[in-house]
Structures are given as C-alpha cells and as structure tokens.
C-alpha cells in the first residue's frame, strides 16, 4: 500500500507565493518520476511540473518563471514552490508519482489527495 499526502496549500493575495509538500509512504522500493497536477471546477486536470528521479524537471508554460518544483529522494517528497501566484492559478493542486512497490515489486501511478490553492486578486 502506497500512500501520498499533500500539504501547503490555502488562501494567498496575488503576488504571493505558497510552497506546496508531497510525502510517498508506504512499502516503497524506488519512487520514479513525481509531479503536480492541478484542476479547476470543470476542467481537466492540467500538468504543471513534474521532475524525474534524477532531478530533470519540466513545466507548463503558464508557470515557468514563476514555480519550481524540487524533490528530496531520501525523504520520498515532492515540492512545488509557487512565486507571484496569480487568480489563475487558484485550483486543486494534486500530486502524482510513479513508484515501484516492494509487495510484488509492481509498479504503479499514485495521486494525492488533492490541496486547494486560492489566489485573490
């Protein structure tokens, strides 16, 4: 069983920054690429960042410049740090990770919970 949890989200002026969290946990043998997704009421979700276990990262056009993702392997975590949010970006911020578990040594495509991020103009 694996598990992500996402923190960091909440209310923010435009112009602010928020940085967001995301931990895998469980029977976890190798945690490959990890990402952030976001979604706003009646849209589908969009990609945002997503960086590969070796740190190669790439963004959406809508955030370069502005967000920058990181992770720390040893700690099984993704970040999205998030600078000069705009109303736009207010959505549903999911995290994502491709992990290979150690129960049956499968592989498998896991998403968080999900954390709303708010921009106020």
């Known amino acids: 069983q694996v598990q992500l949890v996402e923190s960091g989200g909440g209310l923010v002026q435009a112009g602010g920054s928020l940085r967001l969290s995301c931990t895998a946990s469980?029977?976890?043998?190798?945690?490959?690429?990890m990402g952030w997704i976001r979604q706003t009421p009646g849209n589908q979700r969009d990609l945002v960042a997503y960086?590969?276990?070796?740190?190669?990262?790439n963004y959406s056009d809508s955030v370069k410049g502005r967000f920058t993702i990181s992770r720390d392997n040893a700690k099984n975590t993704v970040y999205l740090q998030m600078n000069d949010l705009k109303p736009e970006d207010t959505a549903v911020y999911y995290c994502?990770?491709?992990?290979?578990?150690?129960?049956?040594?499968?592989?498998?495509?896991?998403w968080g919970q999900g954390t709303q991020v708010i921009v106020s103009s």
């Open positions: 994502n990770a491709d992990i290979l578990e150690t129960t049956g040594w499968r592989g498998g495509n896991h």
């Open positions: 469980g029977r976890i043998a190798r945690v490959n690429a």
């Open positions: 960086i590969s276990s070796d740190g190669r990262s």
